[in-house]
């Protein structure tokens, strides 16, 4: 390889500030940025929604598709060149009014159905990735590396395997299991509808019980997979979290490693977060209160520092044990405590949630927006944050929440067990404690463990050293884009080893 920097196309179906429904925003976020201070030189492609584009000045039309290029991009679509709102990160996104410019989410319509059209939607997606990636769109800039993120982006190995010549430069490509739970599965129709080629319907190639899946794809033709914590990826070779996926994980052992996400610490300190009335940090922790002060205010709870109030913020759905939350709200009712919901999903989890607030307006907060600004002062204004998920990949919150010194209370799951240590009498003695973890998916362990965590608050030199602990933790990305960094220049070798050989 020659001595300059390695050259990384980030492909993503979300990225904050400008879209995001949850924690791979975030990731495509931070991971370029933090590999760019390694010396990595990226470029972000995502589809060009309208509430992107909304979001960006100065997009410039940088390639217009002619409809012969090899990865078969519609003609006319094309690709535009901006870069991040505050920051110098490169970013292209490929426009297809027809695709992408409605009203609504980025997956789902205004009633949350998934788009109709979803399939060809990404599909074309990754047809505009592979033509980058195989230097057709005339940028000037060679990919090293193609880093594809979730099922949205899953054709794009499959077409680079089967479009690359062998005179092109083919990048060697990284698929990355954000969360397996959602696989990209549409029918024999769509596959044919969407002119792939015959060959991948097969079950060596795309073909899933009779159907097939844009996520199989990325697994199967990438050069390595990986997901976003070490512990996810012991999970998801098992039948239980498998989901029907696990003889394909299993297949690719050997090429497949877990990398736990990082915390963005510029976003998400509070010792500098706009959003919060008071900055505080491990040595100011007694600020803290103010900012559940704030909150209580802003959400109509009783205003009292001595209250405990407990934090959740999420997707409100069965992933997140959010009908252990609710029965654990019920019954915990009477207790002297208050709780602060953020968050949106399933409507009967909504309605419930909505009820108990309605009934009970000084304890419970529920707001089932998308608001940033409001995720952030429950970071900083609650005591204790939940996170109870069934399965959890990586977890976000709760490394944000080790940082606010808002102690989580987490399932024995996925990420949130590699990053969470319990606090038993064991781990409080040796000082290493930064939450609550329970094992079993069961409102009644949640609720012991809860009850647990609002006895020790009431001891407040032992809060304060717990909070003290959490703040400490380091879950920077250095760490794990080292890691990424390492991953793709040990991919890339045995790439060009193997072609050398040729
Ligand atoms: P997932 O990706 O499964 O949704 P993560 O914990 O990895 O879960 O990431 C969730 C991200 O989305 C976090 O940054 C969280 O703060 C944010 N988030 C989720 N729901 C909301 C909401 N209603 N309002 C604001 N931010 C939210």
Redesign the pocket.
């Known amino acids: 390889m020659s001595r300059r920097k390695l050259q990384l196309l980030f492909v993503t179906s979300e990225l904050?500030p400008l879209v995001?429904?949850?924690?791979?925003?975030?990731?495509s976020y931070s991971l370029p940025q933090a590999l760019s201070a390694l010396g990595v030189d990226s470029i972000i492609l995502i589809p060009a929604y309208a509430a992107a584009l909304q979001r960006l000045q100065n997009t410039k039309k940088v390639y217009t598709f002619t409809g012969f290029e090899r990865c078969g991009v519609s003609k006319g679509c094309s690709l535009l060149e901006a870069r991040i709102p505050d920051s110098s990160q490169r970013l292209l996104l490929f426009d297809s009014p027809e695709l992408y410019q409605r009203e609504g989410s980025i997956y789902v319509d205004e009633n949350q159905q998934d788009w109709p059209d979803n399939a060809r939607r990404f599909a074309e997606f990754c047809r505009a990735a592979c033509g980058i990636a195989l230097g057709q769109c005339e940028l000037g800039w060679q990919a090293d590396v193609v880093h594809c993120n979730d099922w949205q982006s899953g054709l794009t190995p499959a077409f680079i395997k089967t479009y690359a010549k062998p005179e092109d430069h083919t990048p060697a490509s990284i698929f990355t299991i954000?969360?397996l739970a959602y696989q990209g599965i549409f029918d024999r129709q769509s596959f044919d509808d969407l002119r792939l080629p015959p060959q991948w319907w097969s079950a060596d190639a795309l073909e899933f019980y009779g159907n097939f899946s844009f996520l199989k794809a990325g697994l199967i033709f990438a050069d390595y997979i990986t997901t976003?914590s070490p512990n996810y990826r012991e999970e998801i070779l098992t039948t239980e979290f498998g989901y029907g996926m696990e003889g394909v994980l299993d297949s690719r052992k050997d090429k497949f490693v877990g990398i736990l996400?990082g915390a963005d610490y510029t976003t998400w300190n509070p010792a500098t977060d706009p959003h919060l009335d008071q900055a505080y940090d491990g040595k100011s922790l007694e600020k803290k209160s103010q900012n559940k002060l704030a909150l209580q205010k802003q959400a109509g709870l009783t205003e009292d520092k001595n209250i405990p109030v407990v934090g959740l913020?999420?997707?409100l759905v069965p992933?997140?044990g959010i009908d252990l939350v609710i029965s654990t709200l019920e019954n915990l009712v009477s207790e002297t405590v208050q709780w602060v919901i953020?968050?949106?999903g399933d409507p009967i989890f909504e309605k419930r949630l909505r009820q108990l607030s309605q009934q009970h307006r000084k304890k419970i907060y529920f707001?089932?927006?998308?608001?940033?600004v409001?995720?952030h002062r429950i970071?900083a204004g609650a005591d204790i944050f939940l996170?109870p998920?069934r399965f959890?990949?990586?977890?976000?919150?709760?490394l944000?929440s080790l940082r606010y010194g808002t102690l989580p209370v987490v399932r024995n799951t996925g990420?949130l067990a590699n990053t969470v240590v319990n606090a038993t009498a064991n781990n409080i003695r040796q000082g290493t404690a930064t939450g609550f973890v329970f094992n079993k998916v069961d409102a009644t362990e949640l609720q012991r463990i809860l009850l647990y965590a609002l006895r020790l608050y009431r001891d407040k030199p032992l809060w304060r050293q717990l909070c003290f602990q959490a703040m400490s933790q380091d879950f920077s990305w250095l760490q794990s884009a080292q890691q990424y960094k390492e991953l793709y220049r040990k991919v890339l070798g045995n790439l060009r080893g193997s072609l050398a050989d040729h």
């Open positions: 904050y995001k429904t949850g924690g791979l925003a975030d990731v954000h969360n976003v996400n913020i999420g997707r992933q997140k953020l968050g949106s707001c089932a927006e998308f608001n940033e409001l995720a970071e996170m998920s959890e990949p990586c977890g976000l919150n709760q944000y990420g």
